[in-house]
């Protein structure tokens, strides 16, 4: 693909290249959602074809057809459960230029290259989710001169992005400089104090924030997390009627991933992921336990018994 990114003016060849940016990215979303948990894909699958997406099938002649999510829906699921923190209004067009290739027949090169630039940019980070490694990147770019190519191309949206990041700062502490100088000397540490211990406005039903020391300011900020609940689990000892009985209530493990930071002080707001790792905000985290919901308990029971039928229907058949 890069060595045909600039073919000249053949509309054949650039409807060709919209194509395959679109349908590399969304297969290589949809291998990382495989990666994940196959119930990430489709609303109905083949085991055998989600299989083959995740490396552990046996690739056959005539697969059964697989119903999966658009491409636009999995780069939602892949940005929230891989936690890519990107914008998805920066990267429609990776789709937008496929799609227009396939419906209606028109390819632009200028299109095509803004694209590319998206679609290199979502495949490093996905990568880099992966852990994927250097060798495997030049194999799937095509060959060292080919990952030289995009290389660059990463190399300096990072440039791009530590300068908006030194921007945001820059302002944020001009704007504290401002607080500073409007307050009294002699109470201004205790308003300053207040203003950092105001937390940020979060959705409590599926966020949580905590503390983390302002990168423009210094002062206190806050870091909202992104809440993910495992399936119920309870405790069980051995000493019941049938060799086990459950201890104590049904709870959930919970993991955070930092969606963004906020300083009530210096107002400083960092949203992208870029951002959030040069303030060193700590990106997953490990969560308090919580009590099992009732739903969320009869959710898991019910999808253990749909699993065990499914298991009992496989064997029937001879899976």
Same mark, same amino acid.
């Given at each position: 693909m890069?060595?045909?990114?600039?073919?000249?003016?053949?509309?054949?060849?650039?409807?060709?290249?919209?194509?395959?940016?679109?349908?590399?990215?969304?297969?290589?979303?949809?291998?990382?959602?495989?990666?994940?948990?196959?119930?990430?894909l489709p609303d109905r699958y083949a085991v055998e074809t989600a299989l083959t997406l995740d490396d552990k099938g046996t690739l056959e002649?005539?697969?059964?057809?697989?119903?999966?999510?658009t491409g636009l829906v999995a780069f939602d699921r892949a940005n929230a459960q891989c936690g890519l923190k990107?914008?998805?209004?920066?990267?429609?067009?990776?789709? &937008?230029?496929?799609?227009?290739?396939?419906?209606?027949g028109v390819a632009s090169r200028t299109a095509n290259e803004a694209a590319f630039g998206k679609m290199v940019l979502l495949t490093d980070?996905?990568?880099?989710?992966?852990?994927?490694?250097?060798?495997?990147?030049?194999?799937?770019?095509g060959g060292e001169d080919a990952e030289k190519?995009?290389?660059?191309?990463?190399? &300096?949206?990072?440039?791009?992005a530590r300068t908006r990041y030194e921007r945001l700062l820059r302002r944020a502490r001009e704007d504290y400089q401002r607080l500073a100088h409007g307050l009294l000397s002699a109470g201004r540490a205790d308003v300053i104090k207040q203003f950092a211990a105001v937390p940020p406005t979060i959705n409590t039903a599926a966020e949580e924030?905590?503390?983390? &020391?302002?990168?423009a300011c210094q002062n206190m900020g806050w870091v909202v997390y992104k809440v993910r609940r495992s399936h119920p689990?309870?405790?069980?000892?051995?000493?019941?009627?049938?060799?086990?009985?459950?201890?104590?209530?049904?709870?959930?493990?919970?993991?955070?991933?930092?969606?963004?930071?906020?300083?009530?002080?210096?107002?400083?707001?960092?949203?992208?992921?870029?951002?959030l790792v040069e303030a060193a905000v700590p990106l997953e985290v490990a969560l308090e336990t919580d009590d099992a919901t009732?739903?969320?308990?009869?959710?898991?029971?019910?999808?253990?018994?749909?699993?065990?039928? &499914?298991?009992?229907v496989d064997e029937r058949r001879g899976k």
């Open positions: 890069v060595a045909e990114l600039f073919p000249g003016d053949d509309a054949w060849n650039a409807q060709r290249i919209a194509i395959s940016i679109g349908t590399a990215v969304e297969l290589l979303l949809k291998h990382a959602l495989a990666r994940q948990s196959f119930h990430l002649n005539d697969l059964p057809q697989l119903t999966t999510v990107l914008n998805k209004n920066d990267f429609e067009r990776i789709f &937008q230029v496929r799609n227009a290739a396939i419906h209606l980070k996905v990568f880099t989710h992966l852990g994927t490694e250097p060798s495997e990147r030049v194999r799937y770019w190519f995009v290389r660059a191309i990463v190399d &300096q949206a990072v440039i791009e924030a905590s503390t983390h &020391q302002c990168p689990m309870v405790e069980y000892s051995d000493d019941g009627e049938y060799g086990y009985r459950p201890v104590g209530d049904a709870y959930v493990e919970r993991d955070g991933f930092a969606d963004r930071f906020e300083c009530g002080v210096c107002r400083l707001k960092l949203a992208c992921r870029e951002d009732e739903a969320e308990i009869d959710d898991y029971e019910e999808a253990l018994v749909d699993l065990h039928i &499914q298991s009992m």
